[in-house]
C-alpha cells in the first residue's frame, strides 16, 4: 500500500546541518498530509453542525447506534475506540437532545442498552458521513504493517511536539477521551 509521500531516495539524509532536497520534499509532503487530514476532519465536523447541530462525535455516536442499536453503552464505546466514561457524555447530551434513549436491563442493573429515538433517526437520514468513522474502517482494514508505520508515525509527531501525557481531546469537540493504554477491559460495569 502506498501511504501518502514516502520518499525513498538515495542521500535522502540530513547531513552536516544542511538539509538535502529529498528530505526537505518528504518534510513537505508529510505536512501537506498533515494538513490534509485536519482539513477534511474539520469539514465533515462543520458540515454535520451546519446540518444537525451536532459535534463530529456525537455525529459518530448517532451513526454507529444506527448499524447496531440497541447495544449496551461498552460495546458502543468499543465500537467508536473511545473510554466508557467518554461515550457516556457524549450520550448525555445526545439523550438532552431527544436523540437517543438508554434503558437499564431488570434482570442486571449494570446492564444499559442505548438506542435512537424517533428523532434520532430522522436525524440520521439527513446527515452527511462522518470522518472518524471513515478513518476507523480505514485503519481496521489496513495490514498489520500499514497499521504499525501510521501509528509509529504519529507517535513520533506526538513526540516532536511534546504531548505525550495530553489527554486526547476528541477531533473538533471539546471532549476528552482517557486514552488506551492497551491494557485490558477498563469498564467497571456494563455501563462503563
Given at each position: 500500500m502506498n501511504i501518502g509521500c514516502l520518499v525513498r531516495q538515495e542521500g535522502f539524509c540530513n547531513t552536516g546541518g544542511h538539509m538535502n532536497a529529498g528530505r526537505k520534499k518528504a518534510i513537505a509532503c508529510a505536512f501537506d498530509n498533515l494538513r490534509r487530514v485536519v482539513q477534511v476532519v474539520h469539514g465533515y465536523s462543520k458540515r454535520a453542525e451546519h446540518v444537525a447541530g451536532l459535534t463530529g462525535p456525537q455525529l459518530w455516536?448517532?451513526?454507529?447506534?444506527?448499524?447496531?442499536?440497541?447495544?449496551?453503552?461498552?460495546?458502543?464505546?468499543?465500537?467508536?475506540?473511545?473510554?466508557?466514561?467518554?461515550?457516556?457524555?457524549?450520550?448525555?447530551?445526545?439523550?438532552?437532545?431527544?436523540?437517543?434513549?438508554?434503558?437499564?436491563?431488570?434482570?442486571?442493573?449494570?446492564?444499559?442498552?442505548?438506542?435512537?429515538?424517533?428523532?434520532?433517526?430522522?436525524?440520521?437520514?439527513?446527515?452527511?458521513?462522518?470522518?472518524?468513522?471513515?478513518?476507523?474502517?480505514?485503519?481496521?482494514?489496513?495490514?498489520?504493517?500499514?497499521?504499525?508505520?501510521?501509528?509509529?508515525?504519529?507517535g513520533l509527531l506526538v513526540n516532536i511536539l511534546g504531548a505525550q501525557r495530553m489527554p486526547p481531546q476528541l477531533l473538533f469537540s471539546d471532549e476528552m477521551n482517557i486514552p488506551h493504554d492497551g491494557g485490558g477491559d477498563e469498564t467497571a460495569t456494563q455501563e462503563g
Open positions: 455516536a448517532i451513526k454507529v447506534l444506527a448499524e447496531s442499536a440497541p447495544i449496551m453503552v461498552s460495546d458502543l464505546a468499543r465500537r467508536m475506540y473511545l473510554h466508557p466514561s467518554t461515550v457516556i457524555g457524549i450520550l448525555d447530551r445526545l439523550e438532552t437532545r431527544g436523540l437517543v434513549t438508554r434503558t437499564r436491563s431488570k434482570e442486571d442493573r449494570r446492564v444499559v442498552t442505548v438506542g435512537l429515538t424517533r428523532s434520532g433517526k430522522g436525524t440520521i437520514k439527513r446527515v452527511p458521513v462522518v470522518a472518524q468513522g471513515l478513518l476507523l474502517k480505514g485503519l481496521e482494514e489496513l495490514s498489520d504493517h500499514d497499521l504499525k508505520v501510521i501509528s509509529e508515525g504519529l
